[in-house]
């Protein structure tokens, strides 16, 4: 019966061919880099099937070697089946008088192309160089009488013929300069060289687990138990965000015991309806996933603490009911960003970090994976994702993470599915947060924080990664609780949960998508409407987008609506942001005008290039005098502009000698202000040198947690409180009284955090 071991079959998909190697039975560990057996076997099988793009090789887990390193094996498979199919041509050694003086060199060298080559081909070189420096020194010497000179000098040319063909392999060149001491049957040269990506049976996606042994650590943390270190490289001004999850480190035992677990999982099929409530599904899964790992644990004598049968229940829940290992990229509070590329299986997952900027990773997901996404996706948001509707924007919640997922399909992307996901903060942005960041200046968000509380009308304009959407949460968090909210976004990306565990008044929203159709959903201009009959309510919308700009602006001329109106757009300019309401989304020049402030946020890119920073690069106010074009009648006018000497925000003249329009219109409405620049000015400076001080104080304490929103809403709060309290006590708004005693307060409850 023939061995089992090493059983293969070649399976192609698209333009690769793959060959696929049952190691389940095997003695050895199916690791080409480790294992002088396991290179010998896919030798031998490659020099069968003559041509591959992939080796997989099967034991628990799945060891793919890409094309790359595919390739240096076959051309090592080539040179064998040479010399083997050429033996015969190596007839000298029967010549008569050759015999005696060539039998016992060539049974040396037999074993080395014969045997060694396929198992060692470095440790092959090394001997027969050594071999060959030998034979060089007899002929240079009068040891061999002339009659085998002549046999010698052919067994001569026989090694100068295979040292030949070994040199100019990939494989040597590649390890040339790491061959000066090399032991022959040493593999630390093979690990350097191969470096297959891993994926257990229970896995879709494919991970490179080993660490890249030319790379330079730059950072190491971990998150929630999964090994997280980034590297640069020497070859790519790009770094390495190198994952290793807790699946990646089990026992053979409780590898057994999850894999089990997941094929009985695998037989029920959740309905569609269950996945209205993704965290819903998710308790129910963890459940039944914990009752059967005790049950399965039990069966095979495992004994599994508590703390142990819960990790292996959530590693089952991530890949049944889950997204796998893309779960464990969003756990990381510091990635921002995530991009999945067409066609799958071909490249590794990109992804921006809050710290290093742009990475690749160490995961590449593979077709069933993606496919596996789009089914949930489409599940979770009620949404299509097929040729007639190639684009799905939804939003994803995780037990640790939120994030909103873009995905697209045929036949606008031709290569299949790809996926870009956006990673939400945990927790609300806030204004001090960003004058941390150094995206806002302290006065700026002082000048923020009085224009909400003036309820102007205001649009939030950035490029894409811009920060926009975080920016325009932050400014939520400015906004007295007892005023009522109402959100709109077709793709719920606002901090809502956030803000509602922070006794915020929220209604939600949810509209259709404008890239979506043949949806049961309510589309967003008739989402905008409906606020009008809501009530009283600052109405703040995700983004405008599409035929929801008319609606809205219709909203704000009419003034239903006496608190601050806020959204995003996307545009690098004022102008920007004025061209694309009225031309792209065919709102009329005059309603533009309901427009009171245009906050532009971009990215700011270092002098080298390798780093990108968020900024406000501009505030401005729209004025209302002007008919055609408010950029050649100036109707912009700049209240902060971004100075790229001094990387900061920097007030205008227009803005410092009291010429705002907007500021002095809030400030008619409010009887102490009426009239009187000095005063108003005076409160703006007020509420910088707070947002201020809370973040001197929050560096000086190390109190990070002051910054963040449970405690910037309570010193907003109680800045009101003060702010009232002083001016029915001395009749007017003494903006030092106010300051000394909210600082008192501050510091008062920084000691009880």
């Given amino acids: ?99 005696r003086f060539i039998e016992s060199r060539y049974a040396e060298i037999q074993n080395v192309l014969y045997r060694t080559l396929k198992s060692d081909p470095l440790g092959a070189y090394v001997e027969l160089h050594r071999v060959h420096r030998r034979e060089t020194t007899l002929l240079q010497s009068d040891a061999i009488p002339p009659e085998g000179q ?28 790491g061959l000066a001491g090399f032991t022959p049957g040493d593999r630390e040269l093979y690990r350097k060289v191969f470096v297959p990506l891993i994926k257990p049976d229970f896995m879709f996606a494919k991970l490179m687990a080993s660490v890249p042994p030319e790379g330079t650590e730059l950072a190491s943390y971990d998150v ?110 510091r990635v921002q960003d995530i991009t999945i590329n067409s066609p799958m299986g071909r490249t590794p997952v990109f992804i921006v970090h809050q710290e290093f900027g742009d990475c690749m990773t160490n995961i590449t997901p593979t077709i069933p994976e993606s496919e596996s996404w789009a089914s949930k996706l489409r599940l979770v948001s009620g949404r299509p994702l097929d040729e007639a509707n190639p684009i799905l924007d939804t939003e994803l919640v995780l037990p640790r993470s939120r994030a909103r997922v873009a995905a697209i399909t045929s036949p606008l992307n031709p290569s299949g599915l790809a996926y870009a996901l956006r990673r939400h903060r945990d927790k609300p942005w806030t204004l001090p947060l960003f004058i941390n960041t150094n995206m806002l200046s302290p006065l700026a968000a002082g000048t923020l924080s009085f224009l909400i509380d ?70 967003a201009d008739e989402g905008i409407r409906t606020t009008l009959r809501m009530g009283d309510s600052s109405l703040i919308v995700g983004e405008v987008r599409s035929v929801e700009a008319r609606a809205l602006y219709e909203s704000m ?40 402030i245009i906050v532009v946020a971009n990215p700011v890119r270092s002098p080298d290039g390798l780093h990108k920073f968020r900024r406000v690069t501009s505030i401005t106010e729209v004025r209302k005098h002007w008919e055609d074009d408010p950029l050649v009648e100036g109707g912009f006018v700049d209240l902060f502009t971004y100075d790229a000497k001094s990387d900061s925000l920097q007030p205008t003249n227009d803005l410092l000698t009291g010429e705002s329009e907007i500021i002095k219109s809030v400030a008619g409405s409010v009887k102490e202000w ?80």
């Fill in 1 to 99: 019966m023939a061995d089992p071991c090493g059983k293969y079959e070649v399976i192609r998909e698209g333009e690769d061919t793959i060959v696929r190697i049952d190691c389940e039975s095997c003695s050895f560990i199916p690791s080409i880099e480790d294992s002088s057996q396991a290179m010998s076997m896919v030798m031998d099988i490659l020099v069968e099937v003559g041509n591959a793009t992939k080796i997989v090789l099967v034991q628990k887990c799945d060891y793919e070697y890409d094309f790359t390193q595919t390739l240096l094996l076959l051309e090592l498979a080539r040179i064998y089946k040479q010399i083997v199919k050429g033996k015969a041509t190596y007839g000298f050694i029967a010549t008569p008088g050759c015999q």
């Fill in 150 to 177: 002549q046999c010698l000098r052919r067994y001569y040319q026989l090694l100068n013929d295979v040292l030949h063909m070994l040199e100019s392999t990939k494989l040597l060149v590649q390890v040339k300069e």
């Fill in 224 to 333: 929630f138990g999964t090994e997280v270190t980034v590297f640069s490289l020497p070859d790519t001004v790009q770094f390495l965000y190198h994952v290793v999850p807790p699946e990646f480190r089990l026992t053979e035992e409780k590898y057994e015991v999850l894999d089990a677990a997941r094929k009985i999982l695998a037989e029920y099929k959740p309905k569609k309806g269950e996945f209205t409530d993704p965290s819903r599904t998710r308790e129910v899964f963890f459940s039944v996933g914990a009752d059967l790992i005790d049950e399965l644990s039990s069966y095979r004598g495992l004994r599994l603490r508590e703390k142990e049968r819960d990790e292996l229940t959530e590693i089952l829940v991530r890949y049944t009911v889950g997204f796998g290992l893309i779960e464990v990229l969003l756990d990381d509070e």
């Fill in 454 to 523: 003036g309820a102007r009308t205001m649009l939030v304009a950035g490029t894409r990664s811009a920060g926009k959407t975080s920016l325009l949460g932050s400014m939520m968090t400015e906004l007295m609780r007892r005023i009522r909210i109402i959100t709109i976004e077709d793709t719920l990306e606002l901090p809502l949960d956030g803000l509602r565990n922070l006794g915020y008044n929220i209604q939600s929203m949810k509209v259709a998508s404008a890239l979506t159709k043949g949806t049961n959903e309510v589309s």
């Fill in 557 to 596: 001329r009419v003034g239903a609506l006496a608190n601050l109106v806020a959204g995003t757009i996307h545009g690098d300019s004022p102008y920007g942001v004025f061209d694309r309401v009225v031309n792209d989304l065919g709102v009329p020049r005059t309603s533009f005008k309901a427009t009171d």
């Fill in 674 to 753: 009426a009239g009187n620049w000095d005063a108003v000015w005076d409160n703006v400076q007020l509420r910088a040198r707070m947002k201020q001080t809370l973040v001197e104080t929050a560096k000086k304490n190390e109190s990070p947690a002051m910054l963040e929103a449970s405690f910037t809403v309570l010193a907003n709060d109680e800045f009101h409180k003060i702010s009232e309290a002083v001016r029915e006590e001395v009749g007017a708004l003494d903006s030092e009284r106010i300051f000394f005693q909210w600082h008192e307060w501050m510091k008062r409850a920084a000691k009880v955090r």
